[in-house]
């Protein structure tokens, strides 16, 4: 029901829509996922492979499309993309396809280059959306909160003539709840981006001020500072600075300070060949003391068929750290993931995650994001395939050991079928049964789609239904949702999206 965040994601889509963009005249080109969040996907590609902030980019799997999503934040060779739609979780290994937009360099350049011709530029490249929503939350007896909300999103280069571009995403809240003692009014304006870079797009430095997304570190997030980009054909670097804001308001804060810089060697062929080898280094301290201190190793390698990305974070822990024989460095937040594809219409995958704790944080909560929050760590392998132009299937099997799911074993099977009813219809559906020394249970969900014209109609359902061992009593849980987007004009788009659930709590 709170699916605010895909809100925007989505109108953001009909709002930056670019006449000429995706053409057959520029060749689709394909890049990596290589780390992924609840509502988050990080690719390896930024700037120079054309994509700009706004862009649509979809992900493919077994020549399928699972998902489609929207760039956010870029660097030269990196990027930040809002999940608007996956019919598959999106895992780090994936592909991701899309259309480059042409090159816009300096106008300083393109003149001295081409002094016999008239250098024509646009007054500015300035893009953005506003979006205004109402969140109604209610559960039994008085409890619930209502929650109008405005965000503005603004994104480009004021003038064509100045290597300048700002970036802004600001979102205001006001929360209402109602307790048994009165009603609690939370008032929150946050930014999660506020920032002015300089430099050309086509230029090998960058330097940004202000609110942004620490380049090269996922874990890092967001933080308030100065950071420095240089990129040249083979090697890559940043350099930043600064203070973290306060984890819960985003107000601007002074407690944490934070630091670091990566050094990345990238190169590939001809051929559909790429790889590249991070070294990073990331330290903060809190009130003058050490908070965390670490080293990122970060190493991908793709093919046409294959694509591996390995990501080992080494924290260094001080002396009076150390306590019952911890040792001074340690192996943490390890994440490996191997993707295969035998043919067109089959691939398999395999990886494992210790990593303690990837969600920045969630939009939606219900009983499948729950569970799979509570099974991600561990290690798992599995196939996908496409079993005809319309049906594509999943199968995967997992060994969980860490989280709130504790030692467990799940297997998932997941189907999908599309364009259905004259191609206007389409389907996927999910059953998991897993199993650990406390509770067995089985995990269905299935949800029906639609796309009548400017509209996307869709349906979902499911139930959780588990048997607790030791003879306490079996915990049940069923819901249903249904969303209507209507693209109501060309720069309009509207949203209802509801959900009922019922269960213990």
């Known amino acids: 029901m709170a699916r605010l965040r895909r809100i925007v994601a989505l109108a953001s889509l009909v709002l930056l829509a670019r006449p000429g963009w995706g053409q057959d005249t520029i060749a689709a080109r394909t890049a990596l996922v290589t780390y992924v969040t609840s509502t988050s996907v990080y690719i390896d590609a930024g700037r120079e492979a054309g994509l700009r902030e706004g ?22 060779r990196q990027g930040s993309c809002d999940i608007v739609s996956q019919s598959t979780p999106i895992v780090a290994g994936d592909s991701v396809r899309f259309t480059p937009a042409p090159m816009v360099d300096s106008p300083v350049v393109a003149a001295a280059e081409q002094p016999q011709r008239r250098v024509t530029t646009s007054p500015s490249s300035l893009r953005g959306r506003i979006g205004a929503h109402y969140l109604i939350v209610g559960g039994e007896g008085a409890s619930g909160f209502t929650q109008p909300s405005l965000d503005i999103w603004i994104d480009g280069r004021p003038s064509s003539q100045l290597p300048l571009t700002v970036a802004m995403d600001l979102r205001a809240r006001r929360t209402a709840t109602t307790l048994a003692a009165g009603t609690v009014i939370d008032n929150q304006t946050r930014a999660y981006q506020l920032s002015l870079s300089l430099g050309w797009p086509s230029s090998p430095t960058r330097l940004t001020i202000g609110r942004q997304i620490a380049l090269g570190f996922s874990s890092v997030g967001i933080y308030d500072g100065l950071s420095g980009e240089l990129n040249t054909r083979r090697w890559s670097g940043a350099l930043f600075a600064g203070t973290q804001p306060n984890p819960l308001t985003l107000d601007f804060s002074t407690d944490v300070k934070q630091a670091g810089g990566y050094l990345r060697r990238h190169g590939g062929n001809g051929n559909g060949q790429l790889w590249s080898a991070t070294l990073g280094l990331s330290a903060s301290y809190e009130n003058g003391k050490a908070n965390r201190e670490f080293v990122l190793l970060q190493g991908s390698y793709s093919t046409r068929r294959l694509a591996i990305l390995a990501t080992q974070e080494i924290d260094y822990y001080r002396p009076w750290k150390r306590i019952n024989g911890t040792p001074a460095v340690s192996f943490t937040s390890t994440f490996a993931t191997a993707r295969y594809r035998a043919s067109e219409g089959m691939e398999f995958h395999l990886g494992f ?13 219900n009983p499948v994001t729950t569970f799979d929050d509570a099974f991600r760590q561990g290690v798992w392998a599995g196939t996908y395939l496409r079993l005809s132009r319309r049906v594509s299937a999943g199968l995967d099997g997992r060994r969980s050991t860490g989280g709130s799911a504790g030692t467990a074993d799940a297997i998932t099977a997941t189907l999908g079928v599309e364009h259905l009813v004259q191609a206007l219809v389409g389907l996927r559906a999910r059953t998991t049964h897993y199993h650990s020394p406390v509770v067995d249970g089985w995990l269905q969900s299935v949800a029906l789609y639609g796309d009548p014209g400017v509209t996307h109609v869709e349906l979902s359902g499911g139930a959780r239904i588990e048997s607790e061992h030791f003879g306490v009593a079996n915990s049940n849980i069923w819901w249903i949702g249904g969303d209507l987007d209507v693209n109501v004009a060309r720069a309009w788009y509207v949203m209802l999206s509801g959900t009922v659930e019922h269960g213990p709590g």
Do not use: P
């Open 55 to 76: 862009d649509s980019v979809q992900v493919v799997r077994a020549g399928t499309v699972i998902a489609t999503l929207k760039v956010s934040f870029l660097s030269s």
């Open 353 to 365: 995650d210790n990593r303690r704790n990837v969600l920045l944080f969630r939009d939606v909560v």
